[in-house]
C-alpha cells in the first residue's frame, strides 16, 4: 500500500466500505486471535486483545473517531518530516528539486489551501472535503518551503503520537499528553 492509500482509507467512502466488511473483519479476528475456538474458552489475555482489535474497527467505521485518528497520523508524518528537516537542511533542497512537479501539482490543485498561516492545521483537516492525501502532501510542501512553520510546529506540539504496533495504529502519547483531543 503507497501513502496515497493509505491516506485513502481515512475518507467517508472508505469508512462507509468498512461497515460493510464488519462481519469478515470478526470472523477473521476469530480466526486470527482465538483460532476459531468458543470465546469463553480463551484466555483472559486472548479475549482482551480480539475486544481490542473489534473496538478499533468499529471505531474505524465512524467519522468523528476516523477524524481524530486522521489527525493522529498527519502529526505523526509530519513530525517525522520536521526532524528530518531539523536533522537534515541539505536534504530540503534536494527534496524540493526532486519533487518540484509534483509540489506544482499540489499547489495549482489546492491553491486556496496553500496560505495555511492564519489557518489552524487542526481545522485544515477536520474541516475540508480535500483528498487525504492532496492535503497531506500541501502540508508537506508548506514544511518544506519554511522548516519552522510556526502552524504545522504548533500541531504537532500539540498532538504528540506514538505508532502503536498492538492495535496497529497511530495513538496520542499518554506519556506526553499536547492537551488535544
Not at 109 to 134: A, P
Not at 145 to 156: A, K, L, M, Q, T
Request: charged share 30%.
Amino acid at each position: 500500500m503507497n501513502l496515497n492509500e493509505f491516506f485513502k482509507t481515512y475518507e467517508a467512502p472508505a469508512v462507509r466500505q468498512r461497515k460493510n466488511l464488519f462481519r469478515t473483519v470478526v470472523k477473521d479476528l476469530r480466526k486470527r486471535i482465538l483460532s476459531n475456538e468458543k470465546y469463553r474458552e480463551q484466555s483472559e489475555k486472548n479475549r482482551n486483545l480480539f475486544k481490542m482489535h473489534v473496538r478499533h474497527y468499529l471505531e474505524f467505521c465512524q467519522m468523528p473517531h476516523v477524524g481524530r485518528l486522521k489527525k493522529n497520523v498527519f502529526s505523526f508524518y509530519l513530525k517525522a518530516i520536521a526532524r528530518y528537516l531539523k536533522h537534515r537542511p541539505d536534504g530540503r533542497q534536494i527534496i524540493l528539486h526532486l519533487r518540484k512537479n509534483d509540489k506544482k501539482k499540489v499547489a495549482a490543485k489546492y491553491q486556496r489551501l496553500f496560505n495555511i498561516h492564519e489557518t489552524s492545521v487542526e481545522i485544515l483537516i477536520e474541516e475540508t472535503n480535500t483528498e487525504t492525501f492532496g492535503l497531506f502532501q500541501m502540508l508537506m510542501f508548506t514544511l518544506l518551503d519554511d522548516p519552522d512553520h510556526e502552524g504545522i510546529h504548533r500541531f504537532i506540539e500539540r498532538r504528540p503520537v506514538t505508532y502503536d504496533a498492538t492495535s496497529d495504529r497511530f495513538i496520542q502519547d499518554p506519556q506526553n499528553s499536547g492537551g488535544a483531543s
